[in-house]
């Protein structure tokens, strides 16, 4: 981490801010947008479409603004890699970009995991970030900084170093960080289990973005309930973040363990005869010369790791050249993943609640019915899960939606989400429909169907189903069929087991024996509504544990 030649702080990003951009660190949705405008005497101007990543946004789009485009124009919009991969699999009608630029070859990885099968395996690196570890100036004073060059496992064991996590699910820098965890305990005794120890300590502030986590810094204006002084991000997100925020700076703190991030240049199917011009200018500019610049102006690195350029004065960040490892090959980044999710029970769960008009029985000795001990039984069960476990609530009995037997209570969303927006309030509100059968089959086979299009690596990927009853619906599917179905929708290496909880004496424990069995699951029944808890709990901690 070594000082640099005054060069003023103001460097970093006013070639960027000069074009109105405006960028968010880590953010989930468009947050910037750059065009280069056709000429007004063309009649039919082409357009093409780039998404990024926000740490390369700027720079596309100071090099697409020097773009000499006779009658067209290019637009820039960021949105954060793993969402901008699940849009692209989902294809849901909206504009579809001709070219993404993500932060990460993981996200590739991912949009294609998803069904996205035009998204390449790889692309041309345009740029680097390394991840570092972002550490509390405060911590690394006590260690010796800035005389001294600090590794990941000093910093870890300091004292006042509390760490926290971008989502490695969600977050290419969370994800190949865990790679310089595991690094950073190779020389204990048992390196296996303080890196269990290790994963568990970040696992405790593990949180959607890094945004989330600098708010969550000491003295930072987001102020959290638990101050972060330690976690993986982008070395350009903590530039900007030295700049745009002085109270609470941070210090990068390097690993050769951990693969940079690359930027690939990603072309996507459908780019017209027209857009081909357009997107061949803009990958040579950004490759070429002219992206070399932008990348130094913008605060990132070349492809190569090369030294950082262009950028503020700051003493926190290390500007010699840098090599690093490769980013691994799939299966040891979903090893990586799933070790992180049976640590840590994140998951992705799908939860499908019976409101059938059964479910207004009384339990004895409670004063409540079913469907309040149920929605109680499903708030703790949320309370259980990490806060970065996304989550879907569903009801389901006959008809609740149209011709559909089931209807959505809460979206998926990170547990932490919702409880901020009040879902407990909103579950203690579900009530059972009065004349309502059980249309279980219909709704489990659409609610499978969803978590296998879903599917999420580095999670515990979960379908629930709560029912104090059997299947009802005459017009539904038969359970054959349904176990025929399940049965096509089983992958081993992407397992998604079915959590059956019976609720009280009516439930068909035999039934949910059966449809759980063919995914791999576990059903258990609770006789006695009032203690559906414990017995949740139970379900849950079984499959966890496998």
């Not at 960027?16 to 009649?43: D, I, R, Y």
């Not at 949180?207 to 204006?221: K, M, N, V, W, Y």
């Not at 240049?265 to 005869?273: C, D, K, N, P, V």
């Not at 262009?310 to 690093?324: C, E, K, N």
Request: net charge neutral; hydrophobic share 45%; charged share 20%.
């Amino acid at each position: 981490m070594g000082r640099h030649s005054p060069d003023g702080r103001r460097r970093l990003l006013l070639p960027v801010l000069a074009t109105g951009l405006v960028v968010v660190l880590g953010a989930a949705a468009w947050v910037t947008v750059s065009a280069v405008t056709a000429k007004p005497a063309c009649e039919q101007p082409v357009k093409v479409l780039v998404t990024a990543s926000a740490d390369i946004a700027p720079a596309l789009s100071l090099v697409a603004r020097g773009l000499d485009l006779k009658c067209g124009s290019v637009e820039v919009q960021t949105r954060e890699a793993t969402s901008a991969a699940e849009r692209l699999a989902l294809s849901d009608g909206s504009p579809r970009p001709q070219v993404w630029v993500p932060d990460s070859t993981l996200a590739l990885r991912r949009a294609r995991q998803l069904g996205a099968a035009d998204v390449p395996e790889t692309g041309s690196s345009v740029a680097s970030s390394p991840v570092v570890l972002a550490v509390a100036a405060d911590v690394v004073k006590g260690l010796g900084w800035p005389d001294r060059t600090l590794n990941w496992g000093e910093v870890l064991a300091a004292p006042g170093a509390v760490p926290g996590m971008p989502d490695p699910a969600r977050d290419a820098v969370g994800a190949v960080a865990l790679l310089g965890l595991r690094d950073s305990v190779k020389a204990a005794p048992e390196p296996s289990a303080a890196y269990v120890a290790l994963l568990r300590r970040f696992s405790a502030n593990a949180l959607g973005a890094q945004t989330d986590l600098i708010a969550r810094l000491p003295g930072s204006s987001g102020g959290g309930t638990a101050a972060v002084t330690a976690f993986p991000a982008s070395e350009n997100s903590l530039l900007r973040h030295n700049i745009e925020d002085r109270t609470s700076p941070l210090v990068a703190v390097y690993s050769a363990a951990v693969p940079t991030l690359d930027f690939p240049f990603a072309e996507l199917s459908g780019i017209t005869e027209q857009q081909r011009p357009i997107v061949d200018a803009l990958r040579e500019a950004v490759l070429g010369d002219a992206g070399a610049d932008a990348i130094a102006k913008t605060g990132l690195r070349a492809a190569g790791g090369q030294a950082l350029q262009a950028h503020s004065d700051d003493p926190r960040v290390s500007s010699p050249g840098i090599r690093t490892a490769n980013l691994p090959p799939a299966p040891v980044v979903d090893e990586l993943l799933n070790q992180w999710a049976g640590v840590n029970l994140s998951a992705r769960v799908q939860v499908l609640v019976d409101v059938s008009g059964s479910m207004n029985a009384q339990v004895p000795g409670t004063g409540l019915n079913r469907m309040q001990v149920t929605m109680q039984a499903a708030a703790k069960a949320m309370h259980l899960f990490k806060p970065a476990t996304q989550l879907r609530m569903l009801a389901f009995s006959t008809r609740l939606d149209g011709d559909r037997d089931y209807r959505e209570l809460l979206p998926m969303a990170p547990v932490s989400q919702h409880l901020a927006a009040g879902a407990l309030d909103k579950l203690a509100q579900v009530k059972a429909t009065q004349d309502g059968g059980t249309g279980l089959y219909d709704s489990v086979l659409d609610t499978y169907r969803t978590a296998r299009r879903e599917w999420e690596p580095g999670r515990l990927n979960l379908v629930i189903v709560m029912t104090d009853g059997h299947n009802d619906d005459p017009h539904g599917i038969t359970r054959a069929d349904l176990l025929a179905e399940l049965a096509k929708l089983q992958d081993p290496r992407r397992p998604i087991p079915l959590i059956g909880v019976g609720i009280g004496p009516d439930a068909d424990k035999a039934e949910l024996d059966q449809l759980t069995a063919a995914t791999g699951g576990q059903a258990l029944v609770a006789p006695d509504p009032a203690k559906i808890t414990d017995v949740f709990f139970t379900a849950l901690s079984r499959i966890a544990g496998g």
